[in-house]
């Protein structure tokens, strides 16, 4: 099981969140442009066993503004905590810290997440 993959398709599926998730930012397109506002997902690490995985995920919210970012960081946290750990396999989820995280490639605010969970496959 591909945890980065399992949180990604969750967020994607949330009815509460507006915002995409991907595993890249999206590079955008005239005929497809990349979206105001989304999110990222990273495993970082982690420890996996044959029976429990343990991984470590850097999740980041992306904006035009700072503002909207802080805005999308704190409603994704909100989300992770509450409603994934309802998941049939998801043990639990800590939001370890969120700060702000600008990205000197783009001018896109940026704020991340370091979460942490207990996932059984």
């Not at 509460?16 to 105001?36: C, E, F």
């Not at 035009?64 to 704190?74: F, G, H, K, N, P």
């Not at 309802?86 to 702000?100: F, K, P, R």
């Amino acid at each position: 099981m591909n945890s980065e993959a399992l949180l990604i398709g969750w967020l994607n599926t949330h009815a509460a969140l507006q915002s995409p998730a991907y595993s890249d930012v999206p590079a955008g397109t005239p005929d497809d442009p990349k979206p105001d506002m989304f999110i990222t997902v990273e495993r970082t690490g982690g420890q996996r066993t044959p029976v429990i995985d343990y991984p470590v995920f850097a999740v980041q919210c992306w904006a035009d503004r700072r503002e909207d970012a802080a805005q999308l960081a704190d409603t994704v946290a909100q989300i992770l905590t509450t409603d994934l750990p309802l998941h049939w396999n998801i043990g639990s989820v800590d939001v370890n810290s969120t700060y702000n995280f600008p990205d000197p490639d783009s001018d896109l605010a940026r704020y991340q997440l370091t979460v942490t969970a207990t996932i059984t496959p």
